[in-house]
């Protein structure tokens, strides 16, 4: 079975955003000042008679305390460690959000053909950037921007139609939840593979395309 990285060997571990024991606060400045990533503050979740709920009071919230707090939230993402200690220090326990499109884009799929893709990859000995793994069992593969646009032509080419298969390129105008992000009690975002000096460099997305669609596919015959 596929376990989620929890260390990173080496000295340049201590560069890497740690996953557990670190503030949301000190981690959305790690990633914004070690990976230039564009971060923004989201929803947080709040204690009631001892329940988490989403701070946007929606009873029903999908991603309690893991989906933007306001509708031009495009407007908040910043790359600058400064601006971003300012954001959570005035919500600490905001969500860690990362807008795609600008400096990656992400291939959203299923937990299970993300583990099963993850493991032919190695096989393969391809190169991968960060993957996260949801709490509503998804996982997903940081990829060079533009994937958004070049994917259902991509999986076609492979004979597939983009619409059979559980996957999706999250570019412009989208975003992902990052590490350690909360959806209510259901639990944490984790980093599958977590980012480091060595995967600096992303992947382009049609070096990922055909492991990840095969096993979408193999996972929507189950």
């Not at 949301?24 to 929803?43: C, N, Q, S």
């Not at 989208?174 to 992303?202: D, I």
Request: net charge negative.
């Amino acid at each position: 079975m596929f376990i989620v990285e929890e260390t990173i060997a080496g000295p340049e571990a201590a560069q890497i955003p740690k996953q557990r024991g670190e503030s949301l606060l000190d981690t959305a400045v790690r990633y914004a000042e070690e990976r230039h990533w564009d971060v923004f503050p989201g929803t947080w979740l709040e204690a009631v008679d001892g329940v988490q709920h989403c701070s946007c009071g929606n009873p029903a919230c999908a991603v309690p305390g893991a989906h933007p707090a306001r509708e031009d939230w495009a407007t908040q993402a910043t790359g600058s460690a400064t601006v971003a200690r300012r954001l959570w220090a005035a919500q600490p326990t905001a969500s860690i959000l990362l807008p795609t499109g600008h400096t990656f884009d992400a291939i959203d799929v299923p937990e299970t053909a993300g583990l099963l893709a993850l493991a032919r990859m190695e096989r393969m000995e391809l190169t991968l950037g960060p993957v996260t793994w949801t709490p509503d069992r998804r996982m997903q593969f940081f990829v060079l921007p533009g994937a958004s646009a070049k994917v259902p032509d991509l999986v076609r080419k492979l004979g597939w139609s983009p619409l059979a298969l559980d996957l999706k390129a999250q570019g412009e105008g989208e975003y992902v939840a990052a590490p350690p992000t909360r959806y209510g009690s259901r639990g944490a975002v984790q980093w599958a593979r977590r980012p480091t000096p060595a995967n600096r460099w992303l992947p382009d997305a049609e070096e990922l395309i055909s492991p990840l669609a095969y096993a979408c596919g193999r996972d929507g015959r189950r």
